[in-house]
């Protein structure tokens, strides 16, 4: 990873944790993580615990991350929140673009709407991207990364860079124990470099890799110098684990 991008390792909880259980985590890992050293640390908890999570965690230097953000700032749109809705309770940023809710029927125009209102709004964005395994067994990662991007970033301009970070996640290894080896994720992180620097400054932007990172594994997948951290899902849900993988970006 290179010196001049800051690391960052995130942990993404999926539908996990209640705002009481998400309060006690937080608690652990904030005495865990309590100088993250050139480390960012954020969670992504749902958004039922969004506020307790940032109360939790206020004044300790980790991060909250909704894990979706909607288009729109406000209207009918049952079961969605906004970014200032997030923002009203105390977190900082969102994921946009996961493949669990691309899976769920979030498409590429909602996700380049939603990259621009949310960075408007003053969020960190952790954009997703990723190919499925028949995608990578077909030899079409490389196209498939390049289009979603390109897509992704429809509405992006080069002083957005301070409020981006992409996040290479394969959709074979998320949740699978499966995990791109450290040539595979560097490969397709120096891919995702690359296409975005067509829109920014591709060699300040931030790009992570995700897909059943652990404490076992971080260490190398981070060390290739276009994965600049995590985004991580199952090893985040406790607070030791999830710490130790912080210790790895260090
Ligand atoms: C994720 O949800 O973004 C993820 C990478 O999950 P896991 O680490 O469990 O594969």
């Known amino acids: 990873m290179s010196a001049a991008r800051r690391p960052l390792v995130a942990g993404n909880w999926k539908m996990h944790k209640t705002g009481p259980e998400a309060r006690e985590f937080c608690v652990s890992l904030a005495a865990l993580v309590s100088d993250a050293g050139p480390v960012d640390v954020a969670v992504c908890p749902p958004y039922t615990a969004l506020e307790a999570s940032a109360s939790a965690l206020a004044g300790s230097p980790i991060a909250v ?3 979706n953000v909607h288009e729109n700032e406000k209207g009918a749109h049952t079961g969605d929140i906004s970014s200032a809705m997030i923002l009203a309770t105390g977190a900082d940023g969102a994921l946009i673009g996961h493949s669990e809710r691309r899976a769920e029927g979030d498409t590429d125009a909602q996700i380049a709407l939603r990259v621009r209102n949310a960075i408007d709004a003053g969020l960190m964005v952790v954009l997703c991207c990723g190919e499925s395994l028949s995608t990578r ?17 429809e509405h992006v301009q080069a002083g957005d860079i301070a409020h981006l970070v992409i996040a290479y996640e394969p959709i074979w290894a998320i949740g699978t124990g499966e995990t791109a080896s450290p040539e595979q994720a560097q490969e397709a992180c120096a ?6 620097s067509e829109t920014i400054d591709g060699e300040a932007l931030r790009v992570l890799y995700g897909g059943s990172v652990s404490a076992a594994n971080a260490a190398e997948l981070m060390s290739q110098p276009d994965v600049d951290g995590a985004l991580v899902g199952g090893a985040s849900l406790e607070p030791g684990p999830f710490a130790a993988i912080v210790a790895a970006a260090r």
């Open 65 to 67: 991350y909704a894990q």
């Open 137 to 153: 067994q077909a030899g079409e990662t490389e196209a498939w990364l390049t289009r979603q991007i390109r897509s992704a970033l």
């Open 191 to 196: 891919i995702v470099r690359r296409v975005a």
